[in-house]
């Protein structure tokens, strides 16, 4: 049974900077591709950055320069970093990761940037 356990989500102000986490409960490197999407109130799950096994990275436009997706193969993790949030980042953040066409999901963490 392949689990992601998110942490790290909360209340930021404008401006501010948030670091996720999602903890796997296998080998990383066994999965073809792990990332992050989100999930805005009313609108439908996208995505925003991902990180192959060779480690090739894919990130929306609206977050280059201010998101960091790394990974670390001790700790089983990939992580997000966010800075620079906008009240337009908030959203649920999910861990994803996918293996033989299989896709898994963690069950998604806060973030709201509110002032």
């Known amino acids: 049974q392949v689990q992601l356990v998110e942490s790290g989500g909360g209340l930021v102000q404008p401006g501010g900077s948030l670091r996720l986490s999602c903890a796997a409960s296998?080998?990383?490197?066994?999965?073809?591709?792990m990332g992050w999407y989100r999930q805005a109130p009313g609108k439908q799950r996208e995505l925003v950055a991902t990180?192959?096994?060779?480690?090739?990275?894919n990130e929306v436009d609206s977050v280059k320069g201010r998101f960091t997706i790394s990974r670390s193969s001790a700790e089983n993790s990939i992580y997000l970093q966010m800075s620079s949030l906008k009240p337009e980042n908030t959203a649920v953040y999910y861990c994803?990761?996918?293996?033989?066409?299989?896709?898994?999901w963690g069950q998604g963490t806060q973030v709201t940037v509110s002032s």
């Open positions: 990180i192959n096994v060779g480690g090739r990275i």
């Open positions: 994803h990761a996918a293996i033989h066409s299989r896709n898994y």
């Open positions: 296998m080998n990383i490197f066994e999965f073809n591709v």
